[in-house]
């Protein structure tokens, strides 16, 4: 990776203890500070990570940085879904270059 993103509006999307599809849209709605309407679902997840107007306000002008922690549970858990997610984000992230979503292997935020 070239890209300097110390500049980015960091979001922590911490999934411990998350075991499924709704858990992880209640995270990253929390995270994100996403509005009521978010619909939960796998294309609200990807419009929503994609379209700036609903990121946190500093995030408009910086970029967002998404660091996902506490994933792996999740994954082994339900890798099918795991799996989505990872497109989700993906996409999202080739829609918007102001979007980026890194994994965290350990440690804490």
């Known amino acids: 990776m ?3 993103l110390r500049g980015r ?8 203890g998350v075991t499924d599809k709704a858990g992880l849209m209640d995270r ?13 679902n ?3 997840l990807a419009d929503s990570l994609a379209d700036a107007g609903v990121w946190p306000e500093a995030a408009v002008d910086q970029g967002l940085l998404i660091v996902v922690r506490g994933w792996r549970p ?11 997610a990872l ?9 918007a270059p102001a979007l980026t ?5 350990g440690g804490s935020s």
């Open 74 to 84: 999740y994954a082994e858990s339900d890798p099918d879904a795991w799996r989505t």
């Open 9 to 16: 509006y960091r979001v922590t999307l911490d999934l411990d």
């Open 101 to 105: 979503v890194v994994l965290a292997l």
């Open 28 to 40: 990253v709605a929390r995270a994100l500070d996403l509005p009521d309407w978010f619909g939960r």
């Open 2 to 4: 070239t890209e300097d």
């Open 87 to 95: 497109d989700v984000f993906a996409d999202a992230a080739d829609e």
């Open 42 to 44: 796998w294309d609200a």
